[in-house]
């Protein structure tokens, strides 16, 4: 033990340095949670291709607090308006791309696995009309949107496009409702949107590009 008496310096000293060591080490402490929280913070990727096997475009998905974020970027893709969808199975075959199933719909499936016939029913009966996006439920027969349902993509002149959205029913993480589920999603890009077609003599629903949502 330093006497202040006989040594007043030290012991200014050793007193500063002894409240010091709490603060360095709640420091730290901040600093190894932050890095840990970033690391365990779900993230997603995908590559697309089109029908030739060609990268199309790659898109990005980060767990909010509001939901699932999804960054998509696209290049080779005809000029206009195409629709944009995460679909219920990852995988992704050329030509048509059935292979990704139906859009991604985790309220819908829980319905359909339900023993309520009339309900099952409906579903079979309008199914048309809700495995495409707004523009095939203007007739009024079903006015439910699909939780992997994005906005629609603008591709400009240069066959580039941006799109940003945030998807607040799905998440990466565990359960019915993780684009990471068993079995995987992937994202499809159609031929357009709105009842037009970008391509000549194509119909504005058909898959033109998919990619597999993959964890990173």
């Known amino acids: 033990m330093i006497n202040p008496n006989k040594y007043p310096f030290q012991a200014k000293f050793v ?20 890095a840990i929280s970033k690391t365990l913070k779900p993230s997603a990727s995908s590559q697309i291709f089109n029908a030739k096997g060609e990268l199309v475009g790659t898109a990005t998905f980060t767990q909010s607090t509001s939901g699932v974020k999804v960054t998509l970027q696209v290049q080779k893709l005809a000029q206009g308006e195409h629709m944009v969808h995460l679909h219920e199975n990852g995988k992704c075959e050329a030509p048509d791309f059935k292979s ?61 496009g941006t799109l940003t959205a945030t998807l607040s029913e799905l998440t990466l993480g565990t359960g019915h409702n993780s684009l990471l589920k068993k079995g995987g999603t992937a994202i499809v890009i159609h031929a357009g949107a709105n009842g037009k077609s970008t391509i000549p003599n194509v119909d504005y629903k058909t898959r033109i590009a998919c990619g597999v949502v993959k964890s990173q």
């Open 100 to 160: 990704a199933g139906n859009h991604f719909d985790p309220k819908r499936s829980l319905m359909d696995n339900s023993h309520d016939h009339r309900l099952h029913h409906m579903h079979n009966k309008h199914h048309h009309h809700t495995h495409y996006k707004h523009e095939d439920m203007k007739h009024g027969v079903d006015q439910h949107q699909p939780a992997g349902d994005l906005p629609n993509i603008m591709v400009q002149q240069d066959g580039t």
């Open 15 to 34: 007193s500063k340095f002894v409240v010091l060591l709490p603060l360095i080490a709640m420091a730290n402490l901040t600093s190894i949670n932050a």
